[in-house]
């Protein structure tokens, strides 16, 4: 069974920085792309930065160059590294994974439990 656990929310203070790890564990193939996504209060969820391999990425245009996402292939490891907060980026941010699973070798999408970031003086 694949699963995506997340760690690194909290509270932090306009202008502060934050780092989330999102690790997959379980009987994994391989992880064809991974991403994170955010969904404030009343909103839809939206995605904000995804990566394909080591060096392919995409941004949400209000996080380009305040957030990072990148990925530690041997661990199974993506991160987001959130610079320059500002209040709306408060939301609970989920990881996102699109996974080969080793047995039945089909390929699916799978979400972390979500992180709760908030931005805040």
């Known amino acids: 069974q694949v699963q995506l656990v997340e760690s690194g929310g909290g509270l932090v203070q306009p202008g502060g920085s934050l780092r989330l790890s999102c690790t997959v564990s379980?009987?994994?193939?391989?992880?064809?792309?991974m991403g994170w996504y955010r969904q404030a209060p009343g909103k839809q969820r939206e995605l904000v930065a995804g990566?394909?391999?080591?060096?392919?990425?995409n941004y949400e245009d209000s996080v380009k160059g305040r957030f990072t996402i990148s990925r530690d292939i041997a661990k199974d490891t993506v991160y987001l590294q959130m610079n320059s907060l500002k209040p709306e980026d408060t939301a609970v941010y989920y990881c996102?994974?699109?996974?080969?699973?080793?047995?039945?070798?089909?390929?699916?999408?799978?979400w972390g439990q979500g992180t709760q970031v908030t931005v805040s003086s």
């Open positions: 379980g009987s994994i193939f391989s992880i064809n792309a």
């Open positions: 990566i394909r391999g080591r060096e392919s990425t």
């Open positions: 996102n994974a699109a996974i080969t699973d080793l047995i039945r070798k089909t390929t699916s999408t799978y």
